[in-house]
């Protein structure tokens, strides 16, 4: 169930939808952290290429697509080595979604504790009590 925010400026000619960059980013989330994309929420944000600085100079100036990617994810669910995966597929896919990327473009992933972090008015932590207190009908016949 993860939030996940995009914020990019494309350097070409006809952008990708911002549907392409959510299923991308969807897609990546799914297949690497195995993240449920049907409890995954994505916001995608536009920036004006004139409007992004990196290294004091705008990424217009630069002719430089940029990406700032957020993901927050329950605390303990992935391994480094899924994390260090995602960050560099995604650098790479939503590269070639939205042009050269300037090297300052970022996935930022965090990590947040179950007790502090939900969805629907639930936290992760109460429902995975709920799944672990929860007994299979044919471990009641026994």
């Known amino acids: 169930m993860p939030l996940i925010t995009v914020q990019y400026s494309s350097t070409k000619d006809v952008p990708p939808t911002k549907a392409e960059i959510a299923a991308t980013v969807s897609e990546l989330s799914s297949n690497i952290l195995h993240k449920d994309p049907k409890v995954t929420a994505i916001i995608v944000q536009a920036?004006?290429?004139?409007?992004?600085f990196a290294g004091?100079?705008?990424?217009?100036?630069?002719?430089?697509a940029s990406v700032w990617l957020d993901i927050h994810i329950t605390d303990g669910t992935n391994s480094k080595d899924e994390?260090?995966?995602f960050i560099a597929a995604t650098?790479?896919?939503v590269g070639e979604l939205l042009g050269p990327l300037h090297t300052?473009?970022?996935v930022h992933v965090h990590e947040v504790r179950a007790d502090a972090?939900?969805?629907?008015g639930l936290t992760q932590e109460r429902r995975y009590i709920a799944r672990k207190l929860w007994i299979p009908p044919y471990q009641l016949a026994v």
Request: aromatic share 14%.
């Open 56 to 64: 004091g100079r705008s990424l217009a100036e630069q002719k430089l």
């Open 91 to 93: 650098v790479e896919r």
């Open 83 to 85: 994390k260090a995966e």
């Open 104 to 106: 300052e473009s970022y």
């Open 47 to 52: 920036v004006e290429a004139s409007d992004w």
């Open 117 to 120: 972090y939900g969805f629907g």
